[in-house]
Every structure is written in C-alpha cells, then in structure tokens.
C-alpha cells in the first residue's frame, strides 16, 4: 500500500474523532448549563420570601454574566452563569447575589482529579453522585469513578495527611504564622468542630502550610496542643509575628508555646466588629476612618488616627470605641516590621482566601461529614491553593527580621555611631 493511500485512510477517523469531541463538548456544556440553573434555581426558591421596601419580591433574576470559557480536558467550553439583581435600597448592609459554586468567577479551567474531587465533596455532592457529575468535566479520566473507588481515594489521602501530621520541621524556620479556626457550620457530625489552620512564612518569602488539625471550637487546649506538636516536631523557635483574629484560645497558647512571639490582629475582622456596633447609617463613614489608621506611613499618625476615631464615637458608641482601644497595641505591631511587608501583615488573607469558597457552602445535603473526611478533604484543598500561594514582597528583609534588626515605620533602624 502507498504512504499516500494511508494517509488518506486515517483522515476519516481523525475528522470522526473531531466529531465526537465535538458532541461530547456539547453535551459538558449542556449539563454543565443545567447544573447552574438547578443550583440557581435552588437559590431562588430560598430568597423567594424576601421583599423590599415597597413589598416587592427583593431577589430576582437578571439576565445572565458575560459568556467566558472553562478549559476542560475536552478543550474549551463555553459557559454563561445567570445573575440576580438585590431590589434593596441602594447602601443597604448584607447586600444578596447569587455566587455559584460549582462556577466560580475566578473558574478559568476544571481542576485534576486530586483537587476536583475533595472540591466538590465540601461543596454537597455525594460519594454515589461523583461518577456522574465528573464525566462531562473531566472526559476520560473520570472513568471508573464509583462509590469504592472514592472511598479507596479518601482513604488514601487520609493516609497521606497522617504521615504529613507528623513530618520533622526541625529545618524548618518561619518568620510569620497567620492563623484561624474555620467553621464550616453544616454536614458536620458537631457544631463545635472547626478546622484550626496555620500558613507560615519562611525565610525565601514562601507561604505554607504548618499545621492543621480538628479543633475543638477554637479553644486554647486545642491550639495549644497544635503548637506544642510543632515544637515537639523539631520546631524549637517560633515566628516573630503571628496574625490572627480575636479568638483567645490561640492568644493564650501562644504565650506558653511561644512566649517571644508578637501579636498582630488583623485589620479585617477588627474593623467588621467595630463596624458591626454602629448605625448603619454611619457605617461607611466609620469605616473609612478606621482605614486612616491602618493605611497611616507612621505609628504616630496611625495613633493620632486612632485617637481621632475614638473621640468621634466614644461617646455614643462606647462598645464600638471599646471594641477598638482594647486591642490597640496588637493592632500597630506591624509598623516596627519592614514597610514591603506590612500588606501581609495586616491581615489573615492567605487563610482567609484559600477558604473563601468552601465557605460559600451552605446547604445541607444527605448524610454527614465525619469528624476524619472534613479534615482529610480541606488538608487537600489547602495542598492545592498552596500551589498558588504568591511570595510575600520585600524577601530580602526577612533574614533581617529573624536577626532581630529593629525597623521604626517600616525602615530598617541604622545603628548609632560609637
């Protein structure tokens, strides 16, 4: 047979393959169309007996987002999520929109396996349902994907998490630890769980994962019984900033396990509790001040900010004002760190975002979580965000800042002549 005859006998299979792909792309983007109405309409139904001010039903649809595409393993797909409009008065605190969760806006391509399915499992679907809900997103190798075969992977990576529980970090250094309790609050065997979460900085400005553990609400037996199985593992020196919330539990711990340690709270969860104890009629206005004191160049400024805020709303508003003065000292300790350092700082953003959407979740489906698969499912999850966790700015600071040099409004302090 000619070379040529062959190639023309192999240009029908690949034209029916494109064919096929074709088809099979179609009906992705048809199921994965019904799957976002479904989920709208799930939405929909739970607003329909909100009305605004002037009686009317408040949460209604609105058209559709702008057309974007998912990369599948089929190639691209088109996708389009509906959109709904909040009839609430203009400035309106708690303002509704429909966010969907199985088509987030960052959503730009499907994720592996490895990501995709502990994704999914926190976000209600059922070990019985990933086969199906799998195969339009993710092509072939969603093949062989049964209720065992999901059990056999949790396993697996329940396994894997364990042997990460207690890996040595006596190399290990951090400059910074952020910190959390996240609640999840539903498919949960117990209200009281919350997953305790630490990501730290090493000295090359890298973000990871330290620790995480099935917590106790945010108690400080728990925290601290984090922090000393860090210390037992090799972890002999402490961070010299830790960002967190208010939760007194980790505060507590941490001054028995790592007393050198200084205290940052974070800007975020302060400003929504100081905000919360005011009218809202004044809220924006508010808030706007207490972003004068975080954003100051200098401590002095930020403290002649904080004064001024305290002044203004002391007297109606004592539980704001108070709310604020008692943690002012942990609020500033960022000024006396490198200037390219304080956006990290100030917040617990790297915890805060990797859990964002898992958050999101909020209905209950059949069955619950246990206690083992809640953790094993968010250890995978942060695995995976960790990926993408960008370095923090000012690297070359950070051997500084484990050396102890002194830093007054973010500028490194020169020593004194003789």
């Not at 607003?47 to 987002?65: A, F, P, W």
């Not at 999901?150 to 529980?165: D, L």
């Not at 890298?206 to 400080?220: A, N, P, W």
């Not at 968010?378 to 923090?392: G, I, T």
């Amino acid at each position: 047979m000619k070379k040529d005859t062959v190639v023309e006998l192999r240009k029908p299979e690949e034209s029916f393959q494109d064919s096929l792909t074709e088809i099979l792309r179609k009906g992705a983007r048809k199921m994965i169309a019904e799957a976002v109405e479904a989920e709208f309409d799930a939405f929909m139904t739970k607003c329909s007996t909100l009305v605004d001010d002037e009686g009317r039903q408040r949460i209604v649809r609105n058209g559709h987002m702008p057309e974007r595409e998912v990369l599948t393993s089929l190639g691209p797909i088109t996708v389009q999520v509906p959109r709904s409009k909040d009839r609430a008065k203009a400035g309106t605190h708690g303002k509704i929109r429909y966010s969907s969760a199985f088509l987030p806006p960052y959503l730009r391509k499907t994720k592996t396996m490895a990501d995709l399915i502990p994704w999914l499992y926190l976000k209600g679907i059922s070990t019985g349902d990933f086969s199906e809900a799998l195969a339009s997103l993710v092509g072939k190798s969603a093949l062989g994907l049964s209720a065992s075969t999901i059990s056999r992977m949790k396993e697996t990576w329940q396994a894997e998490m364990e042997s990460w529980q207690k890996r040595s970090l006596a190399n290990k250094r951090y400059v910074y630890f952020w910190v959390d309790g996240v609640h999840f609050g539903t498919r949960l065997e117990k209200d009281n769980q919350c997953i305790l979460v630490i990501i730290g900085a090493t000295e090359d400005g890298t973000k990871e994962l330290v620790g995480i553990v099935d917590g106790f609400r945010e108690s400080e037996q728990s925290w601290l019984e984090l922090l000393l199985d860090l210390k037992q593992r090799g972890l002999k020196d402490g961070p010299k900033v830790a960002v967190g919330d208010g939760a007194l539990g980790f505060w507590k711990a941490l001054s028995r396990a790592y007393s050198g340690t200084r205290r940052q709270r974070c800007w975020v969860h302060k400003t929504v509790n100081v905000i919360d104890k005011l009218p809202k009629a004044i809220q924006k206005k508010a808030k706007d001040s207490l972003q004068q004191i975080w954003m100051s160049e200098t401590k002095k400024d930020a403290e002649k900010a904080f004064d001024h805020f305290v002044n203004t709303y002391q007297a109606k508003y004592p539980k704001a004002t108070d709310c604020l003065t008692k943690d002012r000292d942990v609020l500033l300790t960022f000024f006396d760190f490198p200037a390219e350092h304080w956006v990290h700082l100030r917040t617990t953003n790297p915890i805060e975002s990797t859990f964002a959407t898992v958050r999101l979740r909020t209905a209950k489906t059949r069955g619950s979580l246990n206690r083992d698969t809640m953790l094993t499912m968010v250890f995978k999850l942060c695995l995976s965000a960790q990926n993408h966790w960008r370095k923090l700015n000012g690297q070359k600071h950070l051997a500084e800042v484990l050396e102890g040099i002194n830093f007054v409004d973010g500028i490194r302090k020169m020593k004194e002549a003789a």
